[in-house]
Nanobody, 121 residues
Framework: QVQLVESGGGLVQAGGSLRLSCAASGSIFSINTMAWYRQAPGKERELVATSTSGGSTNYADSVKGRFTISRDNAKNTMYLQMNSVKPEDAAVYLC???????????????WGKGALVTVSS
């Protein structure tokens, strides 16, 4: 069993900063790609940023230059530093991870339950 838990959400003023964390725990052999998604009310889930175990990162155009994804592989934890936050960034932010529980098992995708980010203008 693997659990992903997001933290760090809350209320932020437009133009401000916030840092989200996603901690993976449980029976983990290795983690490959980790990603942040977000979903605003009435909108489809949107990919925000991804990070591979090799260090490659990718961002949605809407957050490039403002958000930074990072991870601490030793702690099985991923972060999303959100700077210059805009009202349109308000959403529930969810993390997911491709996790291998044993050396011989395939990677399986796990999701967290989400962290709410509210932006005041």
């Amino acid at each position: 069993q693997v659990q992903l838990v997001e933290s760090g959400g809350g209320l932020v003023q437009a133009g401000g900063s916030l840092r989200l964390s996603c901690a993976a725990s449980g029976s983990i052999f290795s983690i490959n790609t980790m990603a942040w998604y977000r979903q605003a009310p009435g909108k489809e889930r949107e990919l925000v940023a991804t990070s591979t175990s090799g260090g490659s990162t990718n961002y949605a155009d809407s957050v490039k230059g403002r958000f930074t994804i990072s991870r601490d592989n030793a702690k099985n934890t991923m972060y999303l530093q959100m700077n210059s936050v805009k009202p349109e960034d308000a959403a529930v932010y969810l993390c997911n991870a491709a996790v291998k529980q044993k050396s011989y098992s395939p990677y399986r995708i796990y999701w967290g339950k989400g962290a709410l980010v509210t932006v005041s203008s």
